[in-house]
């Protein structure tokens, strides 16, 4: 069984589903493409304990609504996989409508750098996010501190990482919150935060990838972000550097 220390954690953000569009299934379909064995053919019960689905897409289809769609996994105790959907009813900058959060949880083992990518864009591109990320669990805990008010004030994130704005202090939804190991980064969003700059972004492009809708899947670093080590460090701190706007930091 995992902990959590061993776990990546993948959130994407999209706007909320519509009617019966197949946005829920694509982003399942998408997955299990991404990692070939993968099935996510069981859900849970109030006491916790698995329900096998014997026709999963069916059961998807009458539960989905525009909330989402309810929590699925793969019945494996060693390699645990999760994905559930929901909507949140802030939106994710001022004045901006609710959203729909895709959240999956696997164990960092699953799938190397490039099948990794595979998910966060099957995933990302089947809910029509705007953006989204895919952080190993400790590193993602920093970063949320980066948002995080402390009792005395404003956040004072870990090792030197900049402060960064709540949501609803942002002017754009397409404006990421902050970074992760890996990033999407819809076309919109890209637009938003002036990527790529050929000249800038010779780096991070020599890691990304161009999506089918014309988004981008950009990994900061080769293996997972750690941030004991102090190149990958160097490296969140260098992206923040180079794109103000996530996070709201290029607002007064």
Do not use: C
């Not at 299934?25 to 064995?37: D, V």
Request: aromatic share 6%; charged share 20%.
């Amino acid at each position: 069984m995992t902990s959590r220390q061993d776990e990546l954690a993948i959130i994407v953000y999209a706007p909320v589903f519509q009617g019966d569009e197949g946005r829920a299934l694509a982003i399942i379909h998408g997955m299990e493409r991404a990692l070939p064995g993968l099935r996510l053919e069981w859900t849970s019960s109030e006491k916790e304990d698995l329900i096998a689905l014997p026709d999963r897409d069916a059961w998807v289809r009458a539960n989905r609504t525009s909330s989402g769609f309810l929590f699925l996994s793969n019945d494996n105790d060693e390699h645990p996989v999760t994905i559930a959907a929901w909507e949140n009813p802030s939106g994710l900058a001022a004045g901006s409508p609710p959203h729909v959060e895709v959240h999956v949880d696997l164990p960092l083992d699953t799938a190397g750098p490039d099948a990794t990518t595979d998910v966060l864009e099957a995933i990302a591109e089947g809910a029509g996010a705007l953006w989204g990320h895919a952080t190993p669990f400790k590193a993602g805990v920093e970063i949320a501190e980066q948002t995080s008010p402390i009792v005395e004030g404003p956040p004072r994130p870990p090792r030197g990482l900049p402060a960064l704005k709540l949501p609803e202090m942002l002017h754009s939804p397409e404006i990421p919150h902050r970074l992760g190991w890996l990033n999407y980064w819809s076309a919109a969003t890209a637009r938003a935060i002036g990527f790529p700059d050929q000249a800038r972004d010779a780096d991070l492009l020599s890691r990304a990838r161009y999506t089918a809708s014309g988004g981008w899947v950009v990994r900061l670093t080769n293996a997972p972000l750690d941030l004991d080590n102090p190149e990958h460090l160097a490296t969140l701190l260098r992206t923040y550097e180079r794109f103000p706007e996530i996070g709201g930091r290029s607002l007064p």
